[in-house]
């Protein structure tokens, strides 16, 4: 944890390397080694710069026990192949394989959960005293009292005095070039370090909890396990009294269970907030390594079903991380016009980037650039912005 923090102190201070991008040759330090190619070739959609960035990934994912790409069997008999509908990859797994999340499998002819039912789930948490440095602070009960007295203890004020639970699920179905929580890769599911949904719900009934908030990795491999825990910690803690349940999640999950999450949050006073990447479908791809789809369809469906019923606090929040070189203000814009479409009132975070995982070449997020992509979600009409992790800022 020491060199992690030392590393991200020193990406303040130390100007990033030039690179090459191998399909068009310009040379700049706002094109990632990991990538191989930068962000106007990838946006093009050129097979060349596509293929060096899916070649890059498979390379980086080999340091893990997770397949190298989302498994598809184009040539497998029909009868072979298990296709897992857990989420947006569709993974398609043969006998002996994983899927891209690393937790479905088939063994002896069957498709398997390893993790993340409610019998078992790779979970750890901690208590955080509110308010705490939780993407939806400005706009949360837990950060601003909103919802009083229904949803928050205080009104108009923090809820000091009080904490959150921090729950964090050590799998992704997203394999992010960027991850600034990257470690939860080298976990593996082994029976006997599974916590179940009981244990976690107990566990929030301590240290005066009014909040749980499940984050990762993420959630969506394990959100049955999460949905089990949410409504349990609530049942034992009596439904009269103050429980939220939040998620933050890059909202891959199928539209069933977004839209049982959506219900979950909105009776709790919870909160859900969507980290939408990007639009483009090319970039999301080589910067997530999967499609965007669900991520977008399931935003609009929640805020389409829920969005109006409460609307303080708001039950959706969308974040993006401003991601030097490749994530500015045009990939901001995009999101903040699809955003002010629902509804101009959703609140939107931008997270300042610091150099990590595949991308300790790149440098953090600039003052201005921050500044311009604020600008360009408040010129797309939204009224709620805020820049996240201001510290980062270089």
Known sequence: MILIDLQRFLGLFTKPEAATCTSCGTTAPTISKALGVC??????????ALNTVAANRRKHRGRFSLPSEIPRQEHAQKGDVRKCKGCVNACEIVEGGNGFCGLRAVRSGRLEMLAGTPRGAMVEWYFDPLPTNCVADFVCPGG???????????????????????????ACTFDCTFCQNWHFRK????????????????AALTNNTSCICYFGGDPTPQITHSLKAGRLARELKGEDEIMRICWESNGSMPRSLARAIGELALESGGCIKFDLKVKDQNLHQALCGTSNKNTFYNFKMLWDRFGTE?????????????????????????????????????????????????????????????????????????????????HLLA
Not at 147 to 159: Q, R
């Open 39 to 48: 962000r106007s070739c990838i946006l093009e959609g050129s097979a060349g």
């Open 144 to 170: 601003t009292g909103a919802g009083y007295p229904t949803y928050s203890h205080t009104k108009g004020t923090p809820e000091h005095g009080h904490s959150n639970m921090a729950v964090f699920y050590e």
């Open 187 to 202: 976990v593996q599911p082994e029976e006997g370090k599974l916590h179940t949904s009981a244990d976690l719900a107990r």
């Open 310 to 390: 409460r609307p303080e606090p708001p039950i959706l929040i969308a974040s993006t991380l401003l991601v030097p070189g490749y994530v500015g203000a045009h990939e901001v814009r995009e999101i903040s016009e699809f955003l002010a479409e629902l509804d101009t009132s959703i609140p939107y975070a931008l997270l300042a980037f610091h150099p990590d995982f595949n991308m300790p070449d790149m440098g953090t997020t600039t003052r201005k650039s921050a500044m311009e992509c604020k600008q360009a979600a408040q010129d797309a009409g939204l009224s709620r912005v805020k820049i996240g992790n201001l």
